[in-house]
């Protein structure tokens, strides 16, 4: 069966520096790649999605790669702030026939400190 | 964008006794997704729910176990039936938006089970 690993410890980071995350998958490549934030007692938020045939996507201070060599993701975020303190989920959709149906890391937690 | 309603936020229940789970969405939608997320540990899929035919589950989860309705586009409800401590966990159902660029989901705030 597919495995997805994230960092299970928590990043601890301070303000103004750059958070990188990582999210690793076993055999096959994923038809997309997704990123979410879970802030505690809520449902994860969508943030950026890339594609098998993609390398790099931004948004705003947030920038996902996709190394399908390496079967890995990582996940930027620039100039962190106190706000950016969440879980940060990877998630996987396998193929197109599977629309809706995410395979998720067990999430990195981020705290961001003044 | 999709706004998801789900109810109860948490509830506290005697184990061999049941949970119905409801959620809302604010525009219509062909799939809707139940996940579990048990403590500390990752969301995991349960079942696919359409609207006008059965639920599609997940390997590990069966439907005499947790019972799922989809009466409309906009609705879905998903039953913990004869619960146990091991149930504990927050229920998430969640939606697919497409847009040309993107797709992404949509979830609930959760809904946070304990059994005891």
């Known amino acids: 069966s597919q495995k997805i690993e994230q960092n299970s410890e928590a990043l601890n980071i301070q303000e103004g520096k750059t958070a990188t995350l990582t999210c690793n998958y076993t055999?096959?490549?994923?038809?997309?790649l997704q990123w979410y934030r879970q802030d505690p007692g809520r449902g994860p938020v969508f943030l950026l999605l890339?594609?098998?045939?993609?390398k790099e996507k931004r948004k705003e201070r947030l920038k996902v790669t996709f190394d399908t060599t390496l079967k890995q993701s990582l996940f930027h975020i620039t100039a962190s702030q106190p706000a950016d303190s969440a879980t940060y989920l990877c998630a996987l959709v396998w193929t197109t026939d599977s629309w809706g149906k995410l395979q998720f890391g067990a999430g990195t937690q981020v705290v961001v400190t003044p | 964008s999709a706004v998801i309603s789900q109810k109860p936020s948490r509830d506290i229940c005697q184990r061999g006794t049941s949970l119905t789970i409801q959620c809302q969405v604010d525009?219509?939608?062909?799939?809707m997704f139940w996940y579990r997320q048990q403590p500390g540990q990752s969301l995991t899929l349960i079942a696919t729910a359409n609207q006008g035919s059965e639920a599609t589950y997940e390997s590990g989860f069966v439907i005499d176990k947790f019972p799922i309705s989809r009466p409309n586009l906009t609705f879905s409800t998903l039953t913990v039936s004869n619960m146990s401590p091991e149930d504990s966990s927050i229920y998430l159902c969640?939606?697919?938006?497409?847009?040309?660029?993107?797709?992404?989901?949509?979830f609930g705030q959760g809904t946070r089970l304990t059994v005891v």
């Open positions: 525009s219509q939608v062909t799939m």
């Open positions: 055999n096959y490549s994923p038809a997309y």
């Open positions: 890339i594609r098998e045939n993609e």
């Open positions: 969640s939606v697919e938006v497409r847009g040309h660029m993107n797709t992404e989901a949509f």
